[in-house]
């Protein structure tokens, strides 16, 4: 095995988390919260239980991965855990501090700090260039302007049979009919994460 294969090897499969980088996630996760808590949503970070859900299924070998609110980096973790190469994901963050911590664990991968309703403008790739969006926004704390505005972004940049992936502290779609009408989407959900606080679902959403 080269050199260079095996630094490839060593990004793409992180790690796992360990109980210091678990517990400095959580601080980092509540002084979020503390300061902007409409924006983080919850006061801990998302556990490895939902993220292997929210990643399930996606093609190490197929198109570029997009997530959006990369928080902590335990999303990403898994998304690279998958065996995806770290050029062929994006992870858009707005929280300064997040986007450096992501940075900082993630060499090689591309973190974006723009807001996701404009995201197409900003990303390497270009339209149908995306297999799948990974999204841990607040869709519960957006109203129906934003969710329309994230979406349309969302898919713009996926490609024909492309899936936006969502979770959410509810047992419904955070969204609702009206939007998905105006989109021309649907909504499948995945599954439900009992080992995750608080518990999430999660949802796929696909054009019709």
Do not use: C
Not at 18 to 30: C, H, K, S, V
Not at 87 to 113: C, M, T, W, Y
Request: hydrophobic share 45%.
């Amino acid at each position: 095995m080269n050199d260079k294969f095996s630094r490839a090897r060593a990004v793409a499969y992180p790690v796992p988390a360990g109980p210091r980088e678990r517990a400095a996630e959580y601080i980092d996760f509540l002084a979020a919260w503390l300061r902007r808590p409409r924006q983080t949503a919850s006061v801990v970070p998302s556990s490895r239980y939902l993220a292997r859900l929210m990643v399930r299924g996606i093609d190490a070998q197929g198109a570029r991965v997009l997530e959006l609110g990369g928080g902590t980096g335990v999303f990403t973790r898994e998304i690279l855990a998958t065996g995806l190469p770290v050029d062929k994901l994006e992870v858009v963050e707005i929280n300064p501090a997040f986007a450096r911590s992501l940075r900082r664990q993630f060499p090689g991968v591309d973190v974006v700090e723009v807001p996701a309703q404009m995201i197409a403008s900003h990303v390497t790739g270009q339209a149908g260039d995306y297999q799948t969006v990974v999204s841990g926004l607040p869709l519960l704390a957006m109203d129906k302007t934003a969710h329309v505005a994230i979406l349309r972004e969302a898919f713009s940049l996926l490609v024909e049979g492309g899936d936006f992936v969502q979770f959410t502290y509810s047992m419904r779609s955070p969204v609702n009919k009206d939007v998905l009408d105006t989109l021309g989407l649907k909504v499948h959900k995945v599954g439900q994460v009992v080992r995750n606080f608080p518990p999430a679902t999660v949802f796929r959403y696909t054009r019709r």
